[in-house]
């Protein structure tokens, strides 16, 4: 797991509205502390493998791999990593691409260009994605972690269909791990 903030992977309107002159990103470019894979786009040296390659791809993370990153459990997935793109966006090639792509909705636009979505939005990414028992590991774990307001819940509720909102009724917040969630799920 590696963070976001301040941001790895950043555009150059968001550089400039945080400070950064110009002159302060050609000298960026030029000591080698930022990058520019296309043009518009910077990243910061160190950035995480899977936020570069979301970023190369044309987008930030999402889903399950967003899930990983904000540090709640998730059952095993198999699949690639999870990118969200917006929705009129463009998906760009890169090298040993097994992208798994989702379009983001008009209310994900609670973090910057490259940024990790919040958790009520990648919870219902994992639902719409994964189905409802990996939802519900997710979700248990969010609890658990105190990373879902009582506001974010609500939202989820409202965000989701009759199956989730079972779910959510049923969720914990003293899950001591994924198993147990998904014992408890599946009993």
């Known amino acids: 797991m590696c963070t976001a903030s301040p941001p790895a992977v950043t555009t150059y309107r968001e550089l400039r509205a945080s400070g950064f002159s110009r002159s302060k990103i050609t000298e960026g470019l030029a000591d080698g502390s930022l990058i520019s894979p296309r043009r518009g786009v910077y990243e ?3 950035v995480c493998a899977d936020i570069k390659t979301a ?5 930030w993370v999402a889903c399950v791999t967003a899930a990983q990153h904000l ?7 198999g699949d690639g990593l999870h990118v969200g793109l917006r929705p009129h966006g463009r998906a760009y090639s890169h090298p040993d691409c097994s992208c798994v792509v989702h379009w983001s909705d008009p209310d994900d636009a609670e973090r910057g260009a ?4 919040s958790v009520r939005v990648v919870l219902r990414q994992i639902l719409r994605c994964q189905g409802l028992e990996a939802f519900f590991v997710a979700l248990e774990s969010a609890l658990r972690r ?4 009582k506001t974010d819940l609500e939202w989820v509720r409202r965000s989701t269909n009759a199956d989730a909102r079972e779910a959510i009724a ?7 791990s994924g198993l147990e969630s998904l014992l408890r799920w599946r009993l």
């Open 44 to 46: 910061r040296v160190g």
């Open 146 to 149: 105190r990373t879902l307001s």
């Open 170 to 176: 049923f969720a914990r917040s003293d899950a001591d």
């Open 114 to 117: 490259f940024g990790v979505p």
């Open 71 to 77: 540090g709640l459990w998730v059952a095993e997935h």
């Open 55 to 59: 970023a190369a791809h044309g987008g």
